[in-house]
């Protein structure tokens, strides 16, 4: 792999990613540990989209509210990597007419025997039915009948408002296998690099950004990925977070939608 030329988006990424500079991390720990965030400044926040939150968008109780927000209001950059398009496309959105749809039917089925079963007295029972509303509160857009007409009319006001960043592979595949050796955050959890490239082009993305001038004190990924190699409950990854303090100055937090809904108010 040649090194980039110094000063550069490409060098400033790879010296922090391929750890040739000296990143925070001993402050990262202490915090995530502490647990307690700051109060982040939503309007002074780069927002940043997972593939897992375009299906639960449109299907979110307040999703015109989340919709108008990000597509209009929201001032500071609001970032698709474009590694979560290609893995949007073929992992969520296939998912649509085969599993959501099965698995909406097997919930229907199974309600209806929870609430048989409920009216005969079997013991046990109103924890069944507590599970299932949890889930289906937890998993609104498989319930959604009109998912992809409201999927589609959001992406279309997207693409008039997000920024789309593609940073070059190459340079990072040594770096990825090196990573995933070292179970070094995001994606040793993954038998392939997707996540790492989400993460290289969230940072290319907005490193880009800066440069064009925009200017943010925060960055807020909007995900429901609770995999251990992004965040731990509610609290990101030190790792990522000292990382894109290293690439950006910026401070990090993975924000759930319903989190976001709370903040817009």
Request: charged letters at 25%.
């Amino acid at each position: 792999m040649a090194d980039a030329a110094p000063g550069t988006t490409l060098a400033k990424i790879i010296s922090v990613l391929d750890r040739r500079e000296n990143i925070p991390m001993l402050e990262a720990l202490a915090a995530a540990v502490k647990g307690a965030a700051p109060d982040t400044n939503l309007a002074n926040s780069a927002l940043v989209l997972d593939a897992n939150v375009f299906l639960r968008i449109p299907s979110n109780k307040k999703s015109a509210d989340i919709m108008d927000y990000l597509t209009g209001v929201h001032e500071k950059p609001v970032v698709v990597p474009g590694q979560v398009i290609q893995e949007f496309w073929n992992n969520q959105l296939s998912a649509t007419d085969t599993v959501y749809k099965a698995l909406s039917k097997k919930y229907n089925d199974l309600s209806k025997d929870v609430v048989k079963y409920s009216s005969a007295g079997i013991l046990g029972i109103e924890s069944v039915a507590e599970s299932l509303d949890a889930f289906k509160l937890g998993n609104e857009h498989m319930f959604e009948p009109e998912l992809m007409s409201k999927t589609s009319s959001f992406l279309e006001r997207l693409v008039q408002k997000a920024v789309v960043p593609f940073a070059p592979r190459e340079p990072f595949t040594e770096i990825a296998r090196g990573r995933k050796l070292a179970r070094t955050p995001p994606g040793f959890k993954d038998d392939g690099d997707g996540d790492f490239l989400v993460w290289v082009d969230l940072l290319w993305g907005l490193c880009e950004a800066k440069a064009s001038g925009a200017s943010f004190d925060n960055v807020i990924l909007l995900s429901h990925d609770a995999k251990l190699d992004w965040s731990r409950g509610k609290v990101a990854h030190p790792v990522l977070t000292a990382e894109l303090r290293a690439v950006l100055g910026a401070h990090f937090e993975i924000w759930t939608l319903d989190k976001l809904s709370d903040a817009i108010g």
